[in-house]
T-cell receptor
Framework: RKEVEQDPGPFNVPEGATVAFNCTYS??????FFWYRQDCRKEPKLLMS???SGNEDGRFTAQLNRASQYISLLIRDSKLSDSATYLC???????????FGQGTELSVKP | DGGITQSPKYLFRKEGQNVTLSCEQN?????MYWYRQDPGQGLRLIYY???????QKGDIAEGYSVSREKKESFPLTVTSAQKNPTAFYLC????????????FGDGTRLSIL
């Protein structure tokens, strides 16, 4: 089993749609969680940290379920500019290393 | 502006040649990391350093070497022992706290001539 697993992509959605990405992690001792966005041929950029209580940043909502070892990212009212690969990232509390999921590709169409 | 600077943006290596990728940060971060990304793949950790003059192997360290003589600098050498070096190399840094994310430079694309 991979340490971090994400929904396979690509997700092709129309503008204005709501889309949800899921991610599971295997290490129950993991301490912190993040979603990054990576545009084609660019570096990953932090989208948001994920807190136990869930958190929202504009159209983006992240949720964490420690019991099920599951993280989600919800994007409402999708924009063309949301097209990118979304990376689920977990800190397993092993000396500063982060574990990156394979990423889920999102393509928002007009 | 604070950030992470990687150079060069593109690099070509001849067979049997060692090449060094530069990574400099002015964020005053203690920890620095090197990742490799192959097309359509996730990031794989090569080496990381949590403090000056100390570093640890990541998951794919074979064929690579690093040094951490200064807090702001973490160069990566791709040696001739790395038989498949063509990839996108990303350097990152972070505050050494479990709840802190990593921040990335804009990467170096390495290709074989």
């Amino acid at each position: 089993r991979k340490e971090v697993e994400q929904d396979p992509g690509p997700f092709n959605v129309p503008e204005g749609a709501t889309v949800a990405f899921n991610c599971t992690y295997s290490n129950s001792a993991s301490q912190s969680f993040f979603w990054y966005r990576q545009d084609c041929r660019k570096e990953p950029k932090l989208l948001m940290s994920v807190y136990s209580s869930g958190n929202e940043d504009g159209r983006f909502t992240a949720q964490l379920n420690r019991a099920s070892q599951y993280i989600s990212l919800l994007i409402r009212d999708s924009k063309l500019s949301d097209s990118a690969t979304y990376l689920c990232v977990v800190n397993p509390n092993q000396g500063g290393k982060l574990i990156f999921g394979q990423g889920t590709e999102l393509s928002v169409k007009p | 502006d604070g950030g992470i600077t990687q150079s060069p943006k593109y690099l070509f290596r001849k067979e049997g040649q060692n090449v060094t990728l530069s990574c400099e940060q002015n964020l005053n971060h203690d920890a620095m990391y090197w990742y490799r990304q192959d097309p359509g793949q996730g990031l794989r950790l090569i080496y990381y350093s949590q403090i000056v003059n100390d570093f640890q192997k990541g998951d794919i360290a074979e064929g690579y070497s690093v040094s951490r003589e200064k807090k702001e600098s973490f160069p990566l050498t791709v040696t001739s022992a790395q038989k498949n070096p063509t990839a996108f190399y990303l350097c990152a840094s972070s505050i050494e706290r479990v709840d802190q994310p990593q921040h990335f430079g804009d990467g170096t694309r390495l290709s074989i001539l």
